[in-house]
Nanobody
Framework: QVQVAESGGGLVQPGGSLRLSCAAS????????MAWYRQAPGNQRELVAS???????AYGESVKGRFTITMDKGKKTVTLQMSSLKPEDTAVYYC??????WGQGTQVTVSS
């Protein structure tokens, strides 16, 4: 059973925008936090943005001011709005729920 499912990746030109969405299954009864991580080839997985059920957000330094994370607690979904994308944002983006459940990842490629 898929417990965390991402969508919205794709190819975008530098300077463009993209929105990623993630939905947690109903089997995850309580949501404490949701987050987005990313991993580029040859790099370690890094935190992009996180949000708690109480609304506390945190961003990786490289995406501050460009990305926005939001959560819909009722729907158990999290969205990552990405703007002013750069080639170095190219990576597989993973959704994480409660610091435990991981999605399969969605590819984001920023290239002209």
């Amino acid at each position: 059973q898929v417990q965390v499912a991402e969508s919205g990746g794709g190819l975008v030109q530098p300077g463009g925008s993209l929105r990623l969405s993630c939905a947690a299954s109903r089997s995850i009864q309580l949501i404490y936090s949701m987050a987005w991580y990313r991993q580029a080839p040859g790099n370690q997985r890094e935190l992009v943005a996180s949000i708690t059920a109480g609304g506390v957000v945190a961003y990786g330094e490289s995406v501050k001011g460009r990305f926005t994370i939001t959560m819909d607690k009722g729907k158990k979904t999290v969205t990552l709005q990405m703007s002013s994308l750069k080639p170095e944002d190219t990576a597989v983006y993973y959704c994480n729920v409660n610091s435990f459940h991981w999605g399969q990842g969605t590819q984001v490629t920023v290239s002209s």
